[in-house]
């Protein structure tokens, strides 16, 4: 009886002995090459440090979880999220560097949920010569000479209508107003001659379909908005399926619109195109272009209606701009963009450094790699596997490097150069080869709806926006106002 209680005792070492090697193993991760792992902890066994990385903040902030981790371990650290081992950087030069190093030593890589929801053929999931191909097709659509030549009347006169209508609404929602807004001069774009009915239920699922499911895992809201997320992406990938089959056996003339580029490039010789291919970037075109843009719209007439001075300068710009014109009704017109409006660019540029639309973007290392930031002393080696984080929100939050970050200034930009839509200290639209290929379409929605809206509305704010975020991706509560024609002058 003694022998077999030793023989229990002994089992019972084991297994402790088995998790407790286990568990130093979960927390002390090792580099397979001979560099060492940056500081940092793992967290709990499986959920790492996930609960921790979702918890919410306020705007003008830096989340908490950075801020904890920057403080004990320095802008470069280790832990585990998602169930991923991940090394995150909060220095420029680092992420600059992560950038610079696109389809060489770090590759697209984001959660598995999200490849579900956003269709593994989605352009945000391609790398390399096939992610190179999709983004300059795309630039067709929404690149500046896409915008210049076909999409901006067509912006023009579907944001002025829109805001005719809302001012006859009474108070209304504007970050929902400018989703519709959005999708309703990019749709007829996108898929151009669709019945009026079959455009309005188009129209309804991209709505539907959008990033804001994912505010954290572990709600339950999360899940059921998550499946009406994915019923909404069947019935937009049917229609779109629908009008694809047709196009390809009409013999009418071509509609001229993105769906005829696409169709044009999928009958070429070695393709990268197939059906499944075109409906999921046709898709995902029609949910980014509007999703965070709304936030970033939102926004900024949130920060101009606290800063009268900005607004009194805005409105000064503009109506310059309507006064040089021979016909005072016509809408904003590419010149005028490009060449008049210096300071609505540094509104636009400073709302977005503040809104950080992306507080964290996603890469994994294909190979082990030695890095040292502006700020480390030391070098050290993130291993090939492991995921990637890189927060350009804290970088546009660092005092080092704008003074009094955390105020909404737009003078600041005074005298620097902004054509580009980033640089190393400005990241709002990622950077290197996958840079966002919506930054063009995004900064010119920006420039129309500010043109028509302070030269022919007066506005309140009737509900404050309240915003919080979670690292990735960031949220916006809503914007009430309330609009009225101006009086005559």
């Known amino acids: 009886m003694s022998f077999m209680w030793n023989v229990v005792y002994v089992i019972i070492a084991l297994v402790i002995v088995k998790i ?24 709990f066994p ?24 920057m403080l004990r371990y320095g802008p470069l650290f280790r ?53 190179k191909h999709i983004k300059h097709t795309t630039m067709h659509l929404i690149g500046s000479e896409g915008l210049k030549r076909k999409m901006i009347g067509f912006m023009n006169r579907t944001t002025r209508e829109h805001l005719r209508w809302k001012a006859s609404e009474g108070a209304f929602n504007l970050r929902h107003a400018v989703s519709t807004l959005i999708v309703s001069y990019i ?14 239920k188009l129209i309804d699922n991209f709505m539907a379909f959008n990033i804001e499911w994912f505010q954290s895992p572990f709600a339950l809201s999360t899940w059921k908005n998550l499946f009406k997320v994915l019923r909404a992406r069947k019935e937009a990938a049917k229609i779109i399926n629908v009008a694809l089959e047709r196009r390809k056996d009409s013999i009418l ?8 580029t696409l169709l044009e490039e999928m009958k070429k010789e070695g393709s990268i195109f197939d059906q499944a291919s075109i409906v999921n970037l046709l898709l995902n075109i029609g949910v980014v272009s509007r999703d965070t843009t709304s936030h970033a719209t939102a926004l900024t007439v949130d920060f101009i209606s ?17 006064q040089k014109r021979d016909d005072k009704e016509a809408g904003l017109s590419w010149e005028e963009y490009k060449d008049c409006m210096p300071f609505t660019r540094m509104v636009i540029y400073e709302s977005l450094r503040l809104a950080n639309l992306g507080t964290i973007i996603f890469r994994k290392a294909v190979k082990d790699v030695v890095i040292k930031g502006k700020l480390e002393v030391k070098r050290y080696t993130i291993p ?10 804290v970088v546009h939050y660092n005092a080092e490097i704008y003074e009094n970050p955390l105020e909404f200034n737009p003078w600041r930009w005074e005298g620097k150069d902004l054509r580009s839509p980033g640089s190393k200290t400005l990241m709002v639209f990622g950077g290197g080869a996958r840079q966002c290929v919506g930054s063009d379409l995004a900064r010119l929605h920006l420039a129309i709806f500010l043109h028509h809206f302070v030269t022919t509305y007066d506005f309140s704010v009737v509900q404050e926006c309240e915003i919080y975020r979670v690292p990735f991706p960031c949220f916006t ?4 106002i309330n609009i009225s024609p101006k009086s005559p002058s």
């Open 477 to 480: 509560k809503d914007l009430h």
């Open 384 to 393: 090939a596997g492991w995921i990637v984080a890189v927060a350009p929100s």
């Open 79 to 131: 832990t585990n999220i998602l169930g991923s081992r991940t090394v995150i950087s909060t220095d420029a030069d680092v992420i600059f560097e992560i950038f610079r190093q696109e389809n060489q030593s770090f590759v697209q890589s984001y959660p598995d949920v999200f490849v579900k929801v956003l269709g593994k053929d989605n352009v945000f999931f391609k790398t390399g010569d096939v992610h």
């Open 306 to 322: 606290k800063n009268p001075r900005v607004l009194t300068e805005l409105q000064r710009e503009h109506e310059a701009i309507v």
């Open 187 to 200: 749709t007829p774009q996108m898929i151009s001659n669709l019945k009026p009915e079959t455009e309005a």
């Open 20 to 43: 407790s090697q286990w568990l130093w193993q979960w927390s002390n991760p090792n580099s397979k090459g001979s560099g060492k792992l940056p500081p940092g902890s793992m967290g």
């Open 253 to 260: 003339e071509k509609q001229g619109d993105f769906l005829d």
């Open 46 to 69: 499986i959920i790492g440090e996930t609960i921790e990385f979702f918890k919410s903040s306020g705007l003008l902030e830096i989340p908490p979880f950075f801020q904890k981790r």
